[in-house]
């Protein structure tokens, strides 16, 4: 074992703070990775607050941070695929059963045995997993991925969960030209959905509660912008969307955009609000519209959309913070005040 550094929430109502944690020391398939850039997502909110207390109780002193990318800085005997000081991610999950038919067919945060980066039991040290809020993180090869060369290290850690979270919904169902896609909220996965899909040729709106976010909807890649509280705005544009992404992250009324789509429509959810849902049977029924939900992705698919971003040149927005800012982060994005991912500078750890 070694001492990493890291911020720790001790409690749901404690502010993020300075604290030290054990990680274990690489195994035979392990890598060592020096973190330098560490995305703040907004279920690392919800985490450090309990806010999901029901599905997945918190365990202080919890580090959060699934938005890693870093540096290879040792490896085990029996690891093929880095060397040291290549530039690599690490997203939600950090180990699976690896035999299962979902971690076979590539889908390993289906697994029944995921092991998440964070909150989750670790077999190694017997606590639990503690996510990238820290200088460095050890972590099964397989679960390692590389960021391709071109992209800005800094603009690629959101990619890691806000990219492949939005990609997957996006290329399952087919998105692309002459599809038309609603993007609603447009934070952390909002604006990285709205690149996504306008890379993927389709036609995006964006569905705000800001009405101040228009300019900058267009200037990541919508074509048009729905201000939602305007209900003229919304009626105008009522059964017409073949797919919705809902990236909210607080209680809202669902049921009015599952009235935007068409025939056999579908809305995707991967806001994952504290509060349940309440939607009239005839949302759905009319239109034979069908609502899911989605869960980041494989590690499959997330080598394919950093290689689909390498191509495409697509990074985050993204405001780089000192890790001593960010509590001020967390109050920011419960306003719906980020542009568009705070990303935490992991050489503020050692200031
Ligand atoms: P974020 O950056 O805070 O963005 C959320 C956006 O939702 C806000 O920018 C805002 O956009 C909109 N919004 C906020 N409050 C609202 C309200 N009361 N009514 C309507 N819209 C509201 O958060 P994020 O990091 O993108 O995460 C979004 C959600 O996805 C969170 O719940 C998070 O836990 C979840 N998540 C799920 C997965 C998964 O695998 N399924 C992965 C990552 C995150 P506007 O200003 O444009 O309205
Ligand atoms: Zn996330």
Known sequence: MYQAKAYAAASAVSPLAAHTIERREPTASDVRIEILFCGVCHSDLHLVRDEWHEAMPAVYPLVPGHEIVGRVSAVGAAVTRYKRGDLVGVGCQVDSDGTCPACRAGHEQLCPNVVLTYNAPDKHTGGVTYGGYSDSIVVDERFVVRIPANLNPAGAAPLLCAGITTYAPLRRRRVGRGTKVGVVGLGGLGHMGVKL????????????????????????????VIVTRNAQEMRRHAGSF???????????????????????????????????????AFALLSGQRSLCGSVNGGLPETQEMLDFCGAHNITADVEVIPMQRVNEAYERLLKADVKYRFVIDMASLSA
């Open 242 to 280: 073949d797919f919705i992404l809902d990236t909210v992250s607080a209680a809202h009324d669902i049921t009015a955009y599952l009235e935007l789509l068409g025939n056999d429509g579908n809305l995707t959810l991967v806001g994952a609000p504290e509060q349940p849902f309440r939607i009239p």
């Open 197 to 224: 899909a306008h890379a993927m040729g389709a036609q995006v709106h964006v569905l705000t509660t800001s009405p101040g976010k228009r300019d900058d909807a267009r200037r990541l890649g919508a074509d048009a």
